[in-house]
């Protein structure tokens, strides 16, 4: 583990969240209060959820911000986490519920679902910042593909991301490639 376990179920989910919209297909997995709903209850959220359309636009405006941290430099990332966390009032504090054990949350137990994937995002992308390892935050090295990824290996050896089948294509492309060549 690199990061501790909320930081990094934090960077997936934001990473997840941002690929809604970046499909290779087009469709965006974000396009209706249903999808939203199935992301909400797929990543394990408990925070206030409205179920509307209202909330889907708040929510996609957030994945849109939050998509902007990838493609930004280390110290642009901490004034963006910055104004992330000035903007939403974020006082951290220790929580436990469930079957989770002790982490941090930093908004209010009834802010916005679309405030709370930010703060929590912003939360995570700081002890990414402060450890000095804003490189294991990529995109996809697949050509045709922009989808996002946090690469938690050890040897930081990830270079495709999950949500448009890359490392498989490649690895298929590789394959042929050498089948060719014999």
Known sequence: MVFAPDTEANLRAA???VNTGRRRD????????ADLDAFYSGWGYTT???HDDDELAQVRAARSRLGSL???ERDAVADEVNAILREAHAVPYLV??????????ATVPDAPLSTVMLVETAMAAADVVRSDEWDRMRTCEA???TAVLVDLSRNRSRRF??????GNRAHVAAYR???TGD
Do not use: F, M, Y
Not at 96 to 105: A, E, F, K
């Open 15 to 17: 990473a997840d969240l």
């Open 26 to 33: 087009g469709h965006d997995a974000l396009g209706t209060v």
């Open 48 to 50: 206030r959820h409205d």
């Open 70 to 72: 990838w493609t930004l």
């Open 96 to 105: 436990r519920h469930g079957s989770t054990d002790w982490h941090l949350h």
């Open 143 to 145: 050509d045709d593909c």
């Open 161 to 166: 991301c999950d949500a448009n089948n890359c």
């Open 177 to 179: 490639a050498r089948r």
